[in-house]
Protein backbone atom coordinates (compact mmCIF):
# COMPACT_ATOMS: atom_id res chain seq x y z
CA UNK A 1 0.00 0.00 0.00
CA UNK A 2 0.97 3.40 -0.15
CA UNK A 3 0.01 6.33 1.99
CA UNK A 4 -0.67 9.72 2.34
CA UNK A 5 0.79 10.97 5.58
CA UNK A 6 0.39 14.27 7.22
CA UNK A 7 3.32 15.17 9.58
CA UNK A 8 2.75 18.31 12.08
CA UNK A 9 5.72 18.35 14.17
CA UNK A 10 4.69 21.48 15.89
CA UNK A 11 6.53 22.90 18.92
CA UNK A 12 9.64 22.08 21.30
CA UNK A 13 10.51 18.48 21.30
CA UNK A 14 7.85 18.10 18.37
CA UNK A 15 10.47 18.21 15.64
CA UNK A 16 12.69 15.19 16.92
CA UNK A 17 10.12 12.93 18.32
CA UNK A 18 8.50 13.19 14.99
CA UNK A 19 11.53 12.70 13.31
CA UNK A 20 12.36 9.10 14.76
CA UNK A 21 7.96 8.48 14.39
CA UNK A 22 9.08 9.04 10.36
CA UNK A 23 12.24 6.71 10.41
CA UNK A 24 10.14 3.90 12.35
CA UNK A 25 7.30 4.55 9.45
CA UNK A 26 9.92 4.24 6.44
CA UNK A 27 11.53 1.30 8.30
CA UNK A 28 8.32 -0.56 8.79
CA UNK A 29 7.15 0.45 4.82
CA UNK A 30 10.70 -1.21 3.46
CA UNK A 31 9.61 -4.06 5.87
CA UNK A 32 6.28 -5.01 4.54
CA UNK A 33 6.34 -3.26 1.07
CA UNK A 34 4.87 -0.41 1.38
CA UNK A 35 5.52 3.13 0.52
CA UNK A 36 4.97 6.28 2.65
CA UNK A 37 5.00 10.00 1.37
CA UNK A 38 5.44 12.86 4.43
CA UNK A 39 3.78 15.97 3.27
CA UNK A 40 4.89 18.82 6.42
CA UNK A 41 2.01 21.25 7.95
CA UNK A 42 2.86 24.19 10.05
CA UNK A 43 0.92 24.26 13.83
CA UNK A 44 1.27 25.88 16.82
CA UNK A 45 3.63 28.30 17.76
CA UNK A 46 5.98 27.79 15.15
CA UNK A 47 2.81 28.61 12.60
CA UNK A 48 1.88 31.86 14.49
CA UNK A 49 5.59 33.02 14.24
CA UNK A 50 5.98 32.35 10.54
CA UNK A 51 2.02 33.06 9.36
CA UNK A 52 0.01 34.63 12.05
CA UNK A 53 -2.39 31.51 12.76
CA UNK A 54 -1.83 28.55 15.11
CA UNK A 55 -3.09 26.61 12.36
CA UNK A 56 -3.13 27.64 8.52
CA UNK A 57 -5.66 26.22 5.83
CA UNK A 58 -2.95 25.13 4.19
CA UNK A 59 -2.43 22.81 7.19
CA UNK A 60 -6.06 21.83 7.75
CA UNK A 61 -6.51 20.90 3.53
CA UNK A 62 -3.33 18.59 3.95
CA UNK A 63 -4.78 16.90 7.34
CA UNK A 64 -8.33 16.60 5.11
CA UNK A 65 -6.60 15.06 2.05
CA UNK A 66 -3.81 12.75 3.94
CA UNK A 67 -4.87 9.18 4.78
CA UNK A 68 -3.63 9.83 8.94
CA UNK A 69 -1.73 12.44 10.61
CA UNK A 70 1.47 11.98 12.56
CA UNK A 71 1.34 14.98 15.24
CA UNK A 72 4.05 16.03 17.49
CA UNK A 73 3.66 18.07 20.37
CA UNK A 74 2.45 21.85 20.71
CA UNK A 75 2.54 24.73 23.06
CA UNK A 76 5.37 27.49 23.85
CA UNK A 77 6.45 29.20 27.42
CA UNK A 78 5.89 32.40 25.87
CA UNK A 79 2.20 31.94 25.55
CA UNK A 80 1.87 29.99 28.93
CA UNK A 81 3.22 33.11 30.71
CA UNK A 82 1.31 35.73 29.14
CA UNK A 83 -2.42 35.09 30.11
CA UNK A 84 -3.46 37.94 27.64
CA UNK A 85 -2.34 36.13 24.43
CA UNK A 86 -5.39 36.26 21.94
CA UNK A 87 -4.01 34.10 19.53
CA UNK A 88 -2.58 30.75 21.45
CA UNK A 89 -0.66 27.47 20.01
CA UNK A 90 -2.88 25.23 21.64
CA UNK A 91 -5.58 26.84 19.42
CA UNK A 92 -4.01 25.04 16.61
CA UNK A 93 -4.53 21.83 18.11
CA UNK A 94 -8.30 22.24 18.90
CA UNK A 95 -9.22 23.64 16.06
CA UNK A 96 -7.63 20.85 13.71
CA UNK A 97 -9.99 18.33 16.30
CA UNK A 98 -12.71 20.38 15.45
CA UNK A 99 -12.48 20.90 12.07
CA UNK A 100 -11.82 17.40 11.68
CA UNK A 101 -14.63 16.36 13.79
CA UNK A 102 -12.38 14.15 16.07
CA UNK A 103 -14.77 13.31 18.60
CA UNK A 104 -13.09 10.90 20.12
CA UNK A 105 -9.37 10.30 21.59
CA UNK A 106 -8.46 6.86 22.45
CA UNK A 107 -5.54 6.40 24.81
CA UNK A 108 -4.38 2.97 25.73
CA UNK A 109 -2.42 3.08 28.97
CA UNK A 110 -0.14 -0.81 29.30
CA UNK A 111 2.65 -1.51 31.75
CA UNK A 112 5.69 -2.56 30.35
CA UNK A 113 7.27 -5.32 32.69
CA UNK A 114 10.97 -3.76 32.51
CA UNK A 115 9.47 -0.07 33.48
CA UNK A 116 7.62 -1.88 36.42
CA UNK A 117 10.23 -0.37 38.75
CA UNK A 118 10.10 3.11 37.70
CA UNK A 119 6.50 3.70 38.68
CA UNK A 120 6.22 5.38 41.66
CA UNK A 121 3.48 2.48 42.64
CA UNK A 122 4.47 -0.02 44.21
CA UNK A 123 4.81 -3.16 41.28
CA UNK A 124 2.15 -5.26 42.94
CA UNK A 125 -0.71 -2.50 42.22
CA UNK A 126 0.63 -1.57 38.76
CA UNK A 127 2.01 -5.17 37.71
CA UNK A 128 -0.51 -6.15 34.94
CA UNK A 129 -2.39 -2.93 34.63
CA UNK A 130 -4.24 -2.61 31.47
CA UNK A 131 -6.21 0.48 30.47
CA UNK A 132 -8.09 2.31 27.67
CA UNK A 133 -9.19 6.07 27.90
CA UNK A 134 -11.68 6.58 25.84
CA UNK A 135 -11.92 10.46 25.97
CA UNK A 136 -14.19 12.69 24.38
CA UNK A 137 -12.42 15.45 22.17
CA UNK A 138 -14.50 17.72 20.65
CA UNK A 139 -17.45 19.17 23.46
CA UNK A 140 -17.64 19.90 27.28
CA UNK A 141 -15.80 22.53 28.72
CA UNK A 142 -12.97 22.70 25.90
CA UNK A 143 -15.67 24.13 23.15
CA UNK A 144 -18.45 25.29 25.29
CA UNK A 145 -20.18 28.83 24.44
CA UNK A 146 -20.46 31.34 25.85
CA UNK A 147 -16.63 31.48 27.09
CA UNK A 148 -14.91 34.89 28.16
CA UNK A 149 -14.67 37.91 30.37
CA UNK A 150 -17.13 40.28 31.63
CA UNK A 151 -16.95 43.68 30.45
CA UNK A 152 -15.29 45.02 33.19
CA UNK A 153 -12.78 42.18 33.13
CA UNK A 154 -13.23 40.99 36.45
CA UNK A 155 -15.43 37.81 36.14
CA UNK A 156 -14.56 35.06 33.30
CA UNK A 157 -16.77 32.05 32.51
CA UNK A 158 -16.30 28.90 30.70
CA UNK A 159 -19.41 26.46 29.71
CA UNK A 160 -19.65 22.87 29.77
CA UNK A 161 -22.17 21.62 27.18
CA UNK A 162 -22.82 18.63 25.67
CA UNK A 163 -25.29 16.64 23.56
CA UNK A 164 -27.10 13.51 23.70
CA UNK A 165 -26.00 12.96 20.17
CA UNK A 166 -22.18 13.57 21.08
CA UNK A 167 -22.10 11.48 24.09
CA UNK A 168 -23.98 8.84 21.88
CA UNK A 169 -21.00 8.46 19.64
CA UNK A 170 -18.21 8.55 21.83
CA UNK A 171 -19.52 5.99 24.69
CA UNK A 172 -20.78 3.48 21.32
CA UNK A 173 -17.34 3.37 20.40
CA UNK A 174 -16.14 3.29 24.19
CA UNK A 175 -18.30 -0.13 24.34
CA UNK A 176 -17.18 -1.40 21.16
CA UNK A 177 -13.55 -1.65 22.88
CA UNK A 178 -14.97 -3.11 25.47
CA UNK A 179 -16.82 -5.62 23.75
CA UNK A 180 -13.15 -6.73 22.03
CA UNK A 181 -11.85 -6.35 25.76
CA UNK A 182 -13.05 -7.75 28.96
CA UNK A 183 -16.44 -6.23 28.29
CA UNK A 184 -16.09 -3.75 31.12
CA UNK A 185 -16.44 0.03 30.52
CA UNK A 186 -16.46 2.86 33.33
CA UNK A 187 -17.94 5.85 32.89
CA UNK A 188 -16.39 8.76 34.49
CA UNK A 189 -18.73 11.89 35.32
CA UNK A 190 -19.55 13.97 38.06
CA UNK A 191 -23.11 13.44 37.88
CA UNK A 192 -23.80 14.49 42.06
CA UNK A 193 -23.04 18.03 40.73
CA UNK A 194 -23.27 19.06 36.70
CA UNK A 195 -26.23 18.66 34.74
CA UNK A 196 -23.84 17.43 31.71
CA UNK A 197 -23.01 14.25 33.53
CA UNK A 198 -26.38 13.49 34.67
CA UNK A 199 -27.03 13.38 31.02
CA UNK A 200 -24.14 11.51 30.14
CA UNK A 201 -25.27 8.84 32.55
CA UNK A 202 -28.60 8.80 31.01
CA UNK A 203 -27.35 8.64 27.33
CA UNK A 204 -24.74 6.31 28.28
CA UNK A 205 -27.02 3.82 30.11
CA UNK A 206 -29.84 4.16 26.83
CA UNK A 207 -26.59 3.03 24.88
CA UNK A 208 -25.25 0.33 26.60
CA UNK A 209 -28.37 -1.32 26.82
CA UNK A 210 -27.48 -2.55 22.99
CA UNK A 211 -24.30 -4.52 24.22
CA UNK A 212 -25.19 -7.78 25.23
CA UNK A 213 -23.14 -8.73 28.63
CA UNK A 214 -21.53 -5.75 29.09
CA UNK A 215 -20.71 -4.58 32.77
CA UNK A 216 -21.17 -0.99 33.06
CA UNK A 217 -20.07 1.02 36.09
CA UNK A 218 -20.65 4.58 36.54
CA UNK A 219 -18.07 6.54 38.69
CA UNK A 220 -17.61 10.08 39.98
CA UNK A 221 -14.28 11.28 38.56
CA UNK A 222 -12.85 12.37 42.02
CA UNK A 223 -12.77 8.74 43.49
CA UNK A 224 -11.89 7.40 39.49
CA UNK A 225 -8.82 9.75 40.23
CA UNK A 226 -8.10 7.93 43.62
CA UNK A 227 -8.92 4.50 42.72
CA UNK A 228 -6.54 4.45 39.39
CA UNK A 229 -3.80 5.13 42.00
CA UNK A 230 -5.05 3.15 43.98
CA UNK A 231 -6.50 -0.04 42.39
CA UNK A 232 -5.92 0.87 38.40
CA UNK A 233 -6.11 -3.16 37.79
CA UNK A 234 -10.05 -2.48 38.46
CA UNK A 235 -10.21 -0.37 35.10
CA UNK A 236 -10.43 -1.99 31.68
CA UNK A 237 -12.26 0.63 29.34
CA UNK A 238 -12.90 4.27 31.18
CA UNK A 239 -15.21 6.84 28.51
CA UNK A 240 -15.56 10.19 30.04
CA UNK A 241 -15.45 14.05 28.78
CA UNK A 242 -13.03 15.95 27.54
CA UNK A 243 -11.26 17.45 30.56
CA UNK A 244 -11.89 14.85 33.03
CA UNK A 245 -10.64 12.29 30.51
CA UNK A 246 -7.36 15.12 29.83
CA UNK A 247 -6.70 14.79 33.77
CA UNK A 248 -7.39 11.25 34.13
CA UNK A 249 -5.17 10.25 31.20
CA UNK A 250 -1.83 12.35 32.53
CA UNK A 251 -2.61 10.40 36.02
CA UNK A 252 -3.08 7.40 34.49
CA UNK A 253 0.63 7.62 32.55
CA UNK A 254 2.24 8.19 35.57
CA UNK A 255 1.39 4.19 35.76
CA UNK A 256 3.59 3.19 33.48
CA UNK A 257 6.65 5.42 34.43
CA UNK A 258 6.91 8.15 31.86
CA UNK A 259 4.53 10.58 30.40
CA UNK A 260 6.07 10.27 27.38
CA UNK A 261 5.19 6.59 26.41
CA UNK A 262 1.71 7.13 26.06
CA UNK A 263 0.57 6.99 22.48
CA UNK A 264 -3.10 8.16 21.37
CA UNK A 265 -5.39 8.14 18.05
CA UNK A 266 -7.93 10.75 17.84
CA UNK A 267 -10.46 9.55 15.69
CA UNK A 268 -13.82 10.69 14.54
CA UNK A 269 -15.65 11.77 11.12
CA UNK A 270 -12.61 12.97 8.87
CA UNK A 271 -8.40 11.13 8.76
CA UNK A 272 -7.70 10.48 12.42
CA UNK A 273 -4.80 11.98 14.09
CA UNK A 274 -1.91 10.04 15.84
CA UNK A 275 -0.06 12.14 18.67
CA UNK A 276 1.52 11.47 22.06
CA UNK A 277 -0.26 13.01 25.15
CA UNK A 278 2.33 14.75 26.10
CA UNK A 279 3.03 18.21 25.65
CA UNK A 280 6.05 19.94 23.96
CA UNK A 281 8.58 20.00 27.12
CA UNK A 282 10.28 23.10 25.75
CA UNK A 283 13.21 22.91 28.61
CA UNK A 284 14.71 19.58 26.20
CA UNK A 285 13.39 21.18 22.75
CA UNK A 286 16.61 20.43 20.82
CA UNK A 287 18.85 18.52 23.22
CA UNK A 288 18.04 15.54 21.49
CA UNK A 289 17.09 13.72 24.67
CA UNK A 290 13.34 13.43 25.04
CA UNK A 291 11.84 10.06 25.49
CA UNK A 292 10.39 9.55 21.22
CA UNK A 293 8.46 6.06 22.11
CA UNK A 294 4.64 7.82 22.96
CA UNK A 295 5.08 9.44 19.26
CA UNK A 296 6.42 5.78 18.37
CA UNK A 297 3.38 4.26 19.57
CA UNK A 298 1.10 6.62 17.96
CA UNK A 299 2.71 5.50 14.53
CA UNK A 300 2.06 1.81 15.87
CA UNK A 301 -1.85 2.90 16.43
CA UNK A 302 -2.12 4.60 13.13
CA UNK A 303 -0.87 1.30 11.30
CA UNK A 304 -3.32 -0.45 13.46
CA UNK A 305 -6.10 2.00 12.77
CA UNK A 306 -5.93 4.17 10.00
CA UNK A 307 -4.23 1.28 7.95
CA UNK A 308 -5.61 -1.70 9.17
CA UNK A 309 -2.27 -3.83 9.26
CA UNK A 310 -2.10 -5.35 12.23
CA UNK A 311 0.61 -7.18 12.11
CA UNK A 312 2.93 -3.78 11.15
CA UNK A 313 1.47 -2.13 14.10
CA UNK A 314 2.55 -5.18 15.93
CA UNK A 315 6.17 -5.30 14.78
CA UNK A 316 6.68 -1.25 16.34
CA UNK A 317 4.86 -2.00 19.72
CA UNK A 318 7.27 -5.53 19.86
CA UNK A 319 10.18 -3.17 18.58
CA UNK A 320 9.31 -1.01 21.16
CA UNK A 321 9.01 -3.32 24.09
CA UNK A 322 12.38 -5.26 22.74
CA UNK A 323 14.11 -1.63 23.31
CA UNK A 324 12.86 -0.85 26.52
CA UNK A 325 14.15 -4.71 27.69
CA UNK A 326 17.68 -4.02 26.48
CA UNK A 327 17.67 -0.34 27.82
CA UNK A 328 17.81 1.14 24.45
CA UNK A 329 15.80 4.05 26.00
CA UNK A 330 16.41 8.04 26.88
CA UNK A 331 17.26 9.31 30.02
CA UNK A 332 13.20 9.54 31.70
CA UNK A 333 13.31 5.69 31.50
CA UNK A 334 17.41 4.79 32.12
CA UNK A 335 19.56 6.35 34.51
CA UNK A 336 22.84 4.44 33.62
CA UNK A 337 23.88 5.21 29.87
CA UNK A 338 20.68 6.90 28.17
CA UNK A 339 20.17 6.77 24.91
CA UNK A 340 19.84 10.10 22.59
CA UNK A 341 16.63 10.63 21.18
CA UNK A 342 18.18 10.01 17.93
CA UNK A 343 19.84 6.84 18.63
CA UNK A 344 16.51 5.06 20.04
CA UNK A 345 14.89 5.45 16.70
CA UNK A 346 17.93 4.27 15.09
CA UNK A 347 17.65 1.39 17.51
CA UNK A 348 14.47 0.91 16.51
CA UNK A 349 14.61 1.32 12.94
CA UNK A 350 17.69 -1.51 12.99
CA UNK A 351 15.61 -4.06 15.05
CA UNK A 352 12.82 -3.46 12.54
CA UNK A 353 14.50 -4.15 9.20
CA UNK A 354 16.43 -7.05 10.88
CA UNK A 355 13.31 -8.85 12.35
C1 LIG B 1 -3.60 16.89 25.35
C2 LIG B 1 -3.07 18.27 25.64
C3 LIG B 1 -3.98 19.30 25.03
C4 LIG B 1 -5.37 19.13 25.65
C5 LIG B 1 -3.52 20.76 25.15
C6 LIG B 1 -2.13 20.97 24.58
C7 LIG B 1 -4.49 21.73 24.55
O1 LIG B 1 -2.91 18.47 27.00
O2 LIG B 1 -3.65 16.51 24.17
O3 LIG B 1 -3.95 16.19 26.30
O4 LIG B 1 -5.64 19.67 26.73
O5 LIG B 1 -6.18 18.44 25.05
MN1 LIG C 1 -3.44 16.76 28.22
Known amino acids: MNFNIAVLPGDGIGPEIIEQAKKVVLAVCKRFNHSAVFNFGLVGATAIDQTGTPLPDKTLELCKSSDAVLFGAIGHPKYDNNPSARIRPEQGLLAMRKELGLYANIRPVTTFPALIDKSPLKREIVQGADILIVR ?95 NPKRFDVIVTENMFGDILSDEASVITGSLGLLPSASVGLSTSVFEPIHGSYPQAAGKNIANPLGTILSAAMMFDLAFKLKEEAEMIKRAVEKSIDGNAVTEDLSRIDPKSTSEVGDWLRDFILKN
Not at 159 to 180: K, N
Open 136 to 230: ELTGGLYFGKPQGRSEDGNTAYDSCVYSRHEIERVVRLACDYAMSRTRKITIVDKANVLATSRLWRETATETAKDYKDLTVDFMFVDNAAMQLIQ
